[in-house]
């Protein structure tokens, strides 16, 4: 059975990566070419920073940096991003467990086990909790990834909710003192006058 959930076979590389990637400018797309003469990752268990990434929205599908990646290179919203990632990339596991990333190893284990459908002592299970282990210390729950826009948002809110506190509804009433005549020409002026200056908005 395939893997659900993300990993590599030497997670600590992704790591080096990953502090190499705040030093190093956006690529328009992040390619091997990039990995290996920019970043300095040659072969091997490197080059499975890129199918990781897509997996955990850092890059899309065609390798160009997402918002999310430009989020983790800020140092103020790194730790945040890096736990937008892991919810994208273990969305099952958070899915089942909202806490999941506070969950002890053996916990987390027995979650991956549920989802995988694979034995306890199965490599990839060992990999798949590794590799989120070591996400993971990247990573800060608590922070808020677009604090700005939220608090715009909310001042927004704010503002609406105190426009209709104050919103006025008004209403008037005409009252016609018709004059006395039998001549119908008369009141047709009078109410196309009416229409012409009081009815039309």
């Known amino acids: 059975m395939a893997s659900k959930l993300p990993y590599v076979s030497v997670p600590s590389t992704m790591v ?3 502090k190499k990637i705040k030093e190093a400018q956006t690529p328009d797309r992040f390619t091997r070419d990039f990995l290996d ?3 300095g990752f040659k072969g091997g268990p490197y080059r499975q920073f890129i199918p990781l990434s897509k997996k955990l929205g850092l890059l899309k599908s065609d390798g160009t940096p997402s918002d999310l990646y430009k ?4 140092d103020s919203t790194s730790g945040a991003a890096m736990a937008e990632a892991l919810k994208i990339g273990y969305k099952e596991a958070f899915e089942r467990n909202e806490y999941a990333n506070t969950l002890s190893n053996a916990d987390f284990k027995g979650l991956v086990v549920e989802i995988t459908g694979l034995d306890s002592k199965n490599k990839v299970v060992q990999l798949i909790c590794q590799t989120f282990e070591t996400l993971n210390k990247l990573a800060d729950f608590e922070a808020k990834l677009f604090k700005k826009e939220e608090e715009e948002e909310k001042g927004e809110e704010e503002e609406k909710g105190k426009r209709k506190e104050f919103d006025l509804n008004l209403s008037y009433t005409i009252n016609l003192v018709l ?3 039998d001549d119908p020409a008369v009141f047709n002026a009078i109410f196309r006058s009416l229409r ?3 009815l039309r908005k």
């Open 16 to 18: 080096k990566i990953l």
């Open 37 to 39: 003469t920019k970043l």
């Open 71 to 74: 989020k983790f290179r800020n």
């Open 179 to 181: 004059p006395k005549t």
């Open 196 to 198: 012409d200056n009081l």
